[in-house]
Nanobody, 124 residues
Framework: QVQLVESGGGLVQAGGSLRLSCAAS????????MGWFRQAPGKEREFVAS????????TYADSVKARSTVSRDNAKNTVYLQMNSLKPEDTAVYYC?????????????????WGQGTLVTVSS
């Protein structure tokens, strides 16, 4: 069965950095499109970053593009989201998601598999 497990969230100070991890089982992250989304209280789930299966091309939301890097370690079957210069508005539950065979990569509806999420809280 497919399982995506996020880790690396926590409480950080504004201006700090963290790296979120998504450990996958039941699928190969080098083959699937992998996405990161986040959801803050009272807001819709929003796209953060994605990395395509195969060629590994990346896409970022404008709000994080200058501060973030999505990557994968194929040997560990894990994807990462490195975020720097964190802001209080980055506070949210961050979700890892996976899809295969579809064209929608920047909306939640395009993804089939989801992790449980990891909470990132950025204090000012």
């Amino acid at each position: 069965q497919v399982q995506l497990v996020e880790s690396g969230g926590g409480l950080v100070q504004a201006g700090g950095s963290l790296r979120l991890s998504c450990a996958a089982s039941g699928l190969t992250v080098s083959t699937y499109d992998m996405g990161w989304f986040r959801q803050a209280p009272g807001k819709e789930r929003e796209f953060v970053a994605s990395i395509r299966g195969g060629d590994g091309s990346t896409t970022y939301a404008d709000s994080v593009k200058a501060r973030s890097t999505v990557s994968r370690d194929n040997a560990k079957n894990t994807v990462y989201l490195q975020m720097n210069s964190l802001k209080p508005e980055d506070t949210a539950v961050y979700y890892c998601a996976a899809k295969f065979g579809g064209s929608i990569r920047v909306e939640p509806s395009g993804y089939l598999y989801w992790g449980q999420g990891t909470l990132v809280t950025v204090s000012s």
